[in-house]
Each structure stands twice: as structure tokens, then as C-alpha cells.
């Protein structure tokens, strides 16, 4: 069988799981053992990429290097008021 890959894409929280010998194994996150991570991507001054927890943790000090919420945005048009804003 074909690898499979499922991905929850939630606003606020993710999840990723595959199937390995027709059961379906949870992934977590790196160095943690939680299996839903925070939908959050950021960047630090030196351009070093952080994702979910340790992202969310920095959003407060780098605000405007984190995103987050972009599921909100998906299939929206660039120059849409709503993306704009």
C-alpha cells in the first residue's frame, strides 16, 4: 500500500497523522509529545523558521514576524478588504 497522509488544518490548532500498516499513527511535534499543535508559523529576527508551540510562545515578542489564522484566508483573493486587512 501507498503511503497515506491525513492533515487536519484547523484556524487554531493542526493535526498530522499517517497510515502505517493499516493503522493510523498520530504525529507529534518535535521535541513534544502533544499531538495537536498550534496553527502558528513564525520567524525570528534572523530569519530561522519556528512552528506551533515554540511560534506561539514568540508571537508575543515578535507579533509582527508570526502568522497565524491563514485558514481564514485560504482561497480568498490577494487583493480581497479582508486579506488586505
Given at each position: 500500500?501507498?503511503?497515506?497522509?491525513?492533515?487536519?488544518?484547523?484556524?487554531?490548532?493542526?493535526?498530522?497523522?499517517?497510515?502505517?500498516?493499516?493503522?493510523?499513527?498520530?504525529?507529534?511535534?518535535?521535541?513534544?509529545?502533544?499531538?495537536?499543535?498550534p496553527s502558528i508559523v513564525g520567524f525570528t529576527e534572523k530569519g530561522k523558521r519556528l512552528v506551533g508551540l515554540i511560534a506561539k510562545r514568540q508571537s508575543v515578542t515578535n507579533a509582527e514576524n508570526t502568522i497565524y489564522a491563514v485558514k481564514r484566508l485560504m482561497g480568498r483573493k490577494w487583493d480581497s478588504p479582508i486579506v488586505a486587512s
Open positions: 500500500m501507498e503511503p497515506v497522509i491525513g492533515i487536519d488544518l484547523g484556524t487554531t490548532n493542526s493535526c498530522v497523522a499517517i497510515l502505517e500498516d493499516e493503522r493510523p499513527i498520530v504525529l507529534t511535534g518535535r521535541g513534544s509529545a502533544k499531538k495537536v499543535l
